[in-house]
């Protein structure tokens, strides 16, 4: 099974690319500092590469 990571939003998705947003709805990030545990897969990295520049990425435990 994949590892945990948790994902959190450390800056607005306002005034950003229509695709950014929707990366970051689908991530389940709508509010601002909120963290989620998502799996380690392929899928979920890329998508996280996309807005790299607004989230934060740690291992979870």
Do not use: C, F, W
């Amino acid at each position: 099974m994949a590892k945990k990571i948790k994902v959190k939003l450390v800056r607005s998705g306002i005034g950003r690319p229509e695709k950014q947003r929707k990366i970051l709805k689908s991530l389940g990030l709508t509010k601002l500092n909120k963290v989620v545990e998502l799996y380690d897969t392929p899928q979920i990295m890329g998508a996280i590469k996309k807005v790299s520049h607004l989230v934060e990425v740690t291992e979870a435990e």
